[in-house]
Nanobody
Framework: QVQLVESGGGLVQPGGSLRLSCAAS????????MRWYRQAPGKGRDLVAF????????TYADSVKGRFTISRDNAKNTVYLQMNSLTPEDTAVYYC?????????WGQGTQVTVSS
C-alpha cells in the first residue's frame, strides 16, 4: 500500500526549530522527486521545498530559503524538512507529496504552530 506519513509537528516559539519527517511505504523515495507543501488557515496549499529523485537538486520557496532544508534518508525511506528560525508566518499544516504513475500521493499532514 502506497502511503506517506508525516510527523514531527508541534508548538514552537518564534526563533525555534523543528524537524518534520515523512515516512514512505509502498514505493522507494530515492526513485521519485519529493515535495513538502504547507497550508495556512484560510489559504491555499503552497509548495515549500523540493528534492529531485537523485537528490542532486533542491529548491525552496523564497519565504523559507536559507531557513529550511529538505533531505532524504534512503535507508529509512524517509524525507525530512529541517525548519530553523521559525516565525509565526510559518504556522500551517505541512504535507509531504510525491507524484507516482498512479497519481498524486499526499500524507495526512502535520500541524506546525509558531507562537510565544
Amino acid at each position: 500500500q502506497v502511503q506517506l506519513v508525516e510527523s514531527g509537528g508541534g508548538l514552537v516559539q518564534p526563533g525555534g526549530s523543528l524537524r518534520l519527517s515523512c515516512a514512505a511505504s509502498g514505493f522507494t523515495v530515492s526513485t521519485y522527486a519529493m515535495r513538502w507543501y504547507r497550508q495556512a488557515p484560510g489559504k491555499g496549499r503552497d509548495l515549500v521545498a523540493f528534492i529531485s529523485s537523485g537528490g542532486q537538486t533542491t529548491t525552496y520557496a523564497d519565504s523559507v530559503k536559507g531557513r529550511f532544508t529538505i533531505s532524504r534518508d534512503n535507508a529509512k525511506n524517509t524525507v525530512y524538512l529541517q525548519m530553523n528560525s521559525l516565525t509565526p508566518e510559518d504556522t500551517a499544516v505541512y504535507y509531504c507529496n510525491t507524484v507516482l504513475t498512479m497519481g498524486n500521493i499526499w500524507g495526512q499532514g502535520t500541524q506546525v504552530t509558531v507562537s510565544s
